[in-house]
């Protein structure tokens, strides 16, 4: 039979097509060693007798157990759980006035990509459901060369120099006297780091936020964080901020959903994107670009260069200039997930960077980090991370180097290979540096552009709904609520208290703590042993935005429903009629019915027809699905309401503000429950109960428009709170 892959490998997707000569099928196969020998006897090693002692000269036991023995290589030391696929790239328009560079000027050309998702803090064996940053990688196999995109799905950071890189993940990682706690940054630590860095406040609104808890990887933005460089073929620059808009739209989990999904599927956002995959639903996302002439650099109430600031939109809008489309799953994770190898330095031309400090640093990390991960200089010759571009050049030998370089000439200039490999002119696709001029003493500080601390991070809150406010207070109580040392979260506290009164002081509430009268003196540690305090003392600038909308995810509108996974619950004499149409009005809306069931196999509607069960009570869970419907059918209805699971399950949809849907009599199933108890009982209007995404004997249209709505927040406001 041949390989699902294989097949698909027919488009014209030449990275695709390039991996096909290292991709092994094993179908109809004999079993082989790695030297090709065939193998007769794969379950007993060569012994003196049956009962006797294992012989050393059992190459083959050898060649087994040594090979499983070397398996591992180290992960990553940030975004080591992560998850990849393959796709393409194509521009809407030629970006000519902007840029050279080959796959932003052709809208007929596919740009083979692949793409990788992760968490940054926790290690490869972690959840994905973490509060984290998600990193967001993708490696185009241009014409001109490779360019890795290595973004986040956040668009600032926690730092503003690359030199305190190794200190901030040295203080979020596992406490190294006891290793704990993993994938989260709720503890002393870290919070002790942050703390005395303020111009972390404003990626720690971000952090707090629902963006650092995704429903799904294909559900989050993805942005380049720093600040770049555009050069067109006149050798004029512009700088440009990357941003990625998923079509999927941009939402969230809840976070007591998070922590309950990371018991019951850690792997949630993986299998998502895997399946999406699968099913053809393939997650789709439009480049945008921030574009800002050099003349205009300096006229922002804050740096361009500044990786803890945004450019807000409503000052210079993002304009969508092409899509990229994942459409096929890795073979081999190992091979292509874990193999692959982003680097900010790889770019092409009409391409360049900034002087953002840390960007500057991340320019020689990656390098050096693949050359410990993969373990040789040649890892670019893993075909994961092979260029489509011919690479042609002096570089020889290392360890595990595959290419065969022919001739007696490794080295330029020479006359022996009549100068070649030679360098290529401007005109011939050659490489050079944006020539940008440079009058300055050698220093070690930063510019008094980059105090402002505090202005973005109110901006931030301040962007927030009520609903997504709450939730920012909530998180920052959870993880400050972790911290063991008073004097931690009194520091953060007094930073808190520099964004926005509100926030402080139900944060100070939430932890039983008074809010100080003013933060720490000093408040900034990021300078040197013998600068002057006063001269990096942070500051809180003046915005001239004063909210975002572009920065809320409550601003999302999408009316598709598309991917999303919908649960029947439902038992023996269900109403298959109602079943049927429901569940054939959410499949036409692209949307994926999971019936769950007190037992696996198969249950009989109220007509005797068999219905197929997709999971139990015992495997299934509210957490990991978006919606809920209830059918009806007496004899389903009397099963479910002897089943704990069943009410459970409809009382966490609740809690976590899901569309809920029953048929007229599973609305006695609902009456059972704490919704019943608590809401059905104070009314009976089916359109305010609609409003609470609350759908009862309705036709599936309502519902659709529900799940459409994604989660219905209003119900965490006191009234309608569910309690812990």
Same mark, same amino acid.
């Given at each position: 039979m041949e390989n699902k892959n294989q097949q698909n490998r027919t488009e014209t997707n030449k990275k695709l097509q390039d991996l096909e000569q290292d991709t092994s099928y094993s179908d109809g196969q004999f079993l082989t060693t790695n030297q090709g020998l065939k193998v007769n006897d794969d379950h007993n090693s060569l012994k003196a007798g049956d009962r006797g002692p294992t012989l050393l000269e059992d190459f083959i036991l050898r060649e087994k157990i040594t090979h499983f023995d070397h398996e591992r290589i180290p992960e990553r030391v940030v975004h080591a759980r992560g998850t990849g696929a393959h796709g393409y790239f194509q521009v809407y328009e030629p970006m000519a006035k902007y840029t050279k560079a080959g796959f932003l000027n052709d809208p007929s050309r596919k740009t083979p990509i692949f793409a990788r998702f992760s968490t940054v803090g926790g290690s490869r064996g972690s959840t994905d459901l973490a509060r984290d940053v998600r990193g967001f990688a993708v490696k185009f196999y241009t014409e001109e060369g490779i360019y890795d995109f290595v973004g986040n799905n956040i668009p600032v950071f926690f730092i503003q120099d690359a030199i305190n890189f190794p200190d901030l993940i040295h203080a979020v990682k596992p406490e190294p006297h006891n290793e704990i706690p993993q994938a989260s940054s709720a503890h002393d630590t870290f919070y002790d780091f942050i703390s005395l860095m303020p111009e972390s406040m404003h990626m720690i609104m971000w952090l707090m936020s629902d963006r650092a808890i995704p429903r799904s990887y294909r559900m989050m933005e993805g942005f380049g964080v720093h600040t770049f460089r555009l050069i067109n073929e006149e050798g004029k620059a512009t700088f440009v901020k990357f941003h990625w808009k998923p079509l999927q739209g941009v939402f969230s989990v809840a976070w007591d959903e998070a922590q309950k999904i990371s018991g019951k599927n850690p792997d949630f956002h993986r299998m998502d994107l895997w399946e999406a995959i699968e099913n053809g639903?393939?997650?789709?996302?439009?480049?945008?670009?921030?574009?800002?002439?050099?003349?205009?650099?300096?006229?922002?109430?804050?740096?361009?260069?500044?990786?803890?600031?945004?450019?807000?939109?409503?000052?210079?809008?993002?304009?969508?200039?092409?899509?990229?489309?994942?459409?096929?799953?890795?073979?081999?994770?190992?091979?292509?997930?874990?193999?692959?190898?982003?680097?900010?330095?790889?770019?092409?031309?009409?391409? #360049?960077?900034?002087? *953002?400090?840390?960007? +500057?640093?991340? =320019? /020689?990390?990656?390098?050096?980090?693949?050359?410990?991960?993969?373990g040789s200089p040649n890892f670019h010759e893993i075909p994961i991370n092979r260029s489509i571009a011919p690479v042609v050049n002096n570089q020889r030998e290392g360890h595990m180097r595959q290419t065969i370089n022919s001739g007696r000439v490794a080295y330029e200039p020479n006359k022996i290979a009549d100068g070649f490999p030679k360098q290529a002119k401007v005109s011939e696709g050659g490489f050079t540096s944006y020539q940008e001029r440079i009058d300055a003493k050698k220093i070690r500080a930063r510019? #008094?552009?980059?105090? *402002?601390?505090?202005? +973005?991070?109110? =901006? /931030?809150?301040?962007?927030?709904?009520?609903?997504?406010?709450?939730?920012?207070?909530?998180?920052?109580?959870?993880?400050?609520?972790?911290?063991?040392?008073?004097?931690?979260?009194?520091?953060?506290?007094?930073?808190?208290?520099?964004?926005?009164?509100?926030?402080?002081?139900?944060?100070?509430?939430?932890?039983?703590?008074?809010?100080?009268?003013?933060?720490?003196?000093?408040m900034n540690f990021s300078h040197g042993a013998d600068a002057d305090p006063a001269k990096s003392e942070s500051v809180k600038g003046k915005s001239s935005i004063k909210k975002s909308e572009a920065l809320s995810m409550a601003k999302v509108v999408s009316k598709s429903i598309k991917t999303r996974q919908i649960a029947f619950l439902a038992a023996n004499g269900v109403d298959g009629d109602a079943l049927n149409a429901m569940k054939s009005a959410l499949k036409a809306a692209g949307a994926t019915v999971k019936v769950i069931a007190p037992k696996l196999g198969k249950i009989k509607d109220s007509k005797g027809n068999a219905i197929n069960v997709d999971q139990s009570f015992l495997v299934a869970a509210s957490v990991l699905f978006d919606a809920v419907y209830i059918p009806g059918g007496k004899d389903s209805i009397a099963a479910l309401e002897k089943e704990g699971d069943a009410f459970h399950f409809v009382d966490e949809a609740y809690r976590h503000c899901k569309p809920i849907a029953a048929d007229k009599e599973a609305i006695e199933l609902l009456k059972g429950s704490y919704l019943g108890k608590k809401v059905l009982a104070g009314t009976s209007d089916e359109s305010k109960l609609a409003k609470m995404g609350l759908v009862l004997n309705q036709s599936p249209a309502v519902f659709i428009d529900a799940i459409s709505k994604h989660r219905f927040w209003e119900r965490e406001k006191p009234e309608e709170k569910f309690p812990a």
């Open positions: 639903d393939f997650p789709e996302w439009e480049l945008g670009v921030q574009l800002i002439s050099e003349e205009d650099e300096h006229k922002f109430d804050f740096d361009i260069l500044d990786s803890t600031k945004i450019v807000p939109e409503e000052l210079v809008p993002v304009q969508r200039i092409g899509k990229m489309v994942l459409n096929r799953n890795p073979d081999s994770y190992f091979a292509e997930t874990e193999q692959v190898a982003f680097h900010l330095g790889h770019i092409v031309p009409g391409m #360049d960077f900034t002087n *953002d400090p840390l960007l +500057q640093g991340r =320019l /020689f990390s990656y390098t050096d980090t693949q050359l410990t991960r993969l510019s #008094d552009s980059f105090r *402002d601390h505090f202005s +973005q991070a109110t =901006l /931030f809150f301040n962007s927030m709904s009520e609903i997504e406010q709450n939730h920012i207070i909530d998180a920052l109580r959870f993880e400050l609520g972790k911290v063991d040392m008073e004097e931690i979260r009194m520091r953060m506290l007094g930073l808190l208290s520099q964004i926005d009164a509100t926030l402080v002081s139900k944060v100070a509430e939430g932890l039983g703590m008074a809010v100080p009268s003013k933060p720490e003196s000093p």
